[in-house]
């Protein structure tokens, strides 16, 4: 059995779930909740990050870890390519992504978000226990204080992460060209990893969370800046997910 410990919000366990739901292996979700979630993936790894992958007796965390974990033990579907020159690159792709856009991807909207309690309680709750909306009102100014706290959320920063979100996205265009893929002509983890983690700028139905109806500012306007070259992940979520 595999169990997925994740927060549906986030875009790092959308990887690991859109690996899973691609190679059409059944899975569980746990869902946790942020603040709570420390106690539970520290018990059962190395520490508090989301997603953590359970699969008999073996424990893997991190959505790189997993989707590689996936690929060796269940070869069908496989979003590693074989080839070691594309297998390089593609890892390359994936590992800017990890580092380059989810972090100012995650920055940016929470910069907005959490001062919007009404929208983002539900998002963190979704598909939680009963209580656990209760739980988090009551402890929201601590939770978002200590979530700006920890991803050091401020103006300076978000500004820098918008910047660096419209980099990473000339990167992709440039690389792209009139191609489908980063990698040669097969969807890969590459182009898995880069769509994931800018998801939560298009708010795709298929990443499996009840987006907000209308998106805040500044947000709304952060992401209008991005439209134009925004396209290629709709197309890849239409297609592959
Ligand atoms: N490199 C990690 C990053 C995972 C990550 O940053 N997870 C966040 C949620 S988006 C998390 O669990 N934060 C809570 C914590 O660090 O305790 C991966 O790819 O899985």
């Not at 073996?58 to 959505?63: A, F, L, P, R, W």
């Not at 709750?125 to 706290?149: F, G, H, I, N």
């Amino acid at each position: 059995m595999l169990k997925l410990y994740q927060f549906p919000i986030s875009h790092y366990c959308e990887k690991a779930r859109w690996a899973l739901e691609l190679k059409e292996l059944p899975y569980r979700k746990v869902n946790l909740l942020p603040g709570p979630h420390v106690k539970k993936a520290k018990k059962i790894a190395r520490n508090s990050k989301l997603p953590i992958l359970q699969h008999g007796k073996n424990t893997v965390q991190g959505s790189a870890e997993i989707i590689t974990y996936l690929d060796q033990n269940f070869t069908r579907r496989s979003l590693t390519p074989e080839h070691p020159g594309q297998k390089k690159l593609a890892e390359a792709w994936e590992s800017y992504a990890d580092r380059e856009i989810g972090p100012s991807v995650r920055l940016l909207s929470y910069h907005t978000l959490l001062d919007h309690r009404n929208l983002v309680i539900p998002m963190m709750t979704q598909d939680c226990p009963w209580y656990s909306e209760l739980m988090m009102k009551a402890a929201y100014p601590k939770v978002a204080e200590s979530m700006r706290s920890m991803m050091k959320i401020n103006d300076d920063t978000a500004e820098k992460a918008r910047q660096q979100i419209s980099t990473a996205l000339d990167n992709i265009a440039e690389t792209l060209g009139d191609k489908e893929f980063l990698i040669d002509d097969t969807f890969t983890r590459a182009d898995l990893s880069v769509a994931a983690l800018l998801a939560p700028l298009i708010m795709p139905q298929g990443y499996g969370i009840d987006w907000p109806e209308e998106t805040p500012e500044p947000l709304a306007s952060q992401i209008a800046g991005f439209q134009d070259r925004l396209g290629w992940v709709g197309h890849i979520y239409d297609n592959f997910r």
